[in-house]
């Protein structure tokens, strides 16, 4: 039954990211992508990008940090320094309303720090019923403190998960493999990058790992139920296939790795527990004589004593 649960889970699943991935109807509106320097989101961005002209749908790509435009954009727009309510006008002007289209933004800092923008209005301004929208967040790049200080405002990042229909979070797949292996062992997980608090340390080892990424997936159906999953990526020019995390090679090696660890220092321990005893030990327990030993032999009287008539 678990493996039938299993197997459905399993294609239910991918059928879905692979829906989503390659922008099949209205599946998702609004695209929310959680990156860090320990791993860029721009393999996936690549994965869209290529599905898309696949789909023979428009991308605009709205930039502020890509200073070339990727291949197989339709329209790049130079965002850098510009105000909001200009790019505003000028994303709508190029979002058609006859064809599906693709927007991409590459980041959404400066958007997010914009104490004068209302960034759900604005958002909801720029999707629409044939346009689908991919934003990127760096969760590793602090905000700075709003001014005036609101404190009934929630912060950017919570109102992005708040309206995201699909939020996408990217790591490194060897860090990721780092921290299954300690919490496995249950010791302390590994920190890469900033959080190793060293000097000179900007990114981790394993960062960005060319083999691939883990992608953690939140995505809300129209009925409100979460689905939650996570994948393996592989690079948009590799042959490979998304699969569940659970069934990557490295991902299940390690599993078997701890399982005979965890065998080994069981038959390690039952070695040492010896059940033998000495020749001594086998002549002295014979030699006791048990409690009541009488009352086993024939007869009502049971033992041999002295009769009390």
């Known amino acids: 039954m678990a493996d039938r649960a299993l197997q459905h889970r399993r ?31 721009k393999p996936l961005i690549r994965h869209y990008i290529h599905n898309a002209q696949i789909s023979k749908m428009d991308v605009v790509y709205v930039s502020f940090e890509t200073p070339k435009a990727p291949s197989g954009i339709t329209t790049f727009v130079n965002a850098r320094r510009r105000a909001a309510a200009e790019m505003q006008g000028e994303i709508a002007s190029m979002v058609s309303t006859n064809k599906r289209t693709l927007l991409i933004v590459d980041n959404l800092y400066p958007f997010a720090c914009n104490t004068t923008l209302d960034l759900p209005s604005f958002l909801s301004s720029v999707v629409t019923p044939t346009t689908s929208l991919l934003a990127i967040y760096h969760a590793d790049t602090p905000l700075p403190p709003p001014l005036p200080p609101n404190s009934y405002a929630p912060p950017p990042l919570t109102s992005l998960e708040f ?32 959080e190793e608090k060293r000097e000179g340390v900007i990114i981790g080892l394993g960062s960005n790992d060319p083999k691939g990424l883990v992608l953690e997936m939140d995505h809300r159906r129209k009925s409100g139920r979460n689905i939650e999953e996570t994948f393996f990526l592989p690079p948009p020019s590799s042959k490979e296939k998304i699969i569940l995390l659970e069934d990557h090679p490295l991902y299940r090696r390690s599993d078997l790795e701890d399982a005979k660890s965890a065998a080994n220092e069981i038959a390690t321990e039952l070695s040492t527990f010896d059940l033998g005893i000495t020749a001594k030990q086998r002549r002295d327990r014979e030699g006791v004589v048990l409690p009541y030993f009488d009352a086993q032999k024939d007869g009502w009287g049971g033992g041999e004593g002295e009769d009390p008539l």
């Open 163 to 194: 309206l995201a229909t699909t939020i996408f979070t990217t790591h490194s797949l060897e860090q990721f493999l780092s921290c299954k292996r300690a919490a496995d062992k249950s010791l302390t997980q590994p920190v890469f990058g900033l």
């Open 11 to 41: 294609v239910h699943n991918l059928l879905l990211i692979q829906k989503l991935l390659g922008l099949r109807g209205d599946s998702s509106p609004f695209t929310l992508v959680l990156d860090a320097v320990e791993q860029s989101a």
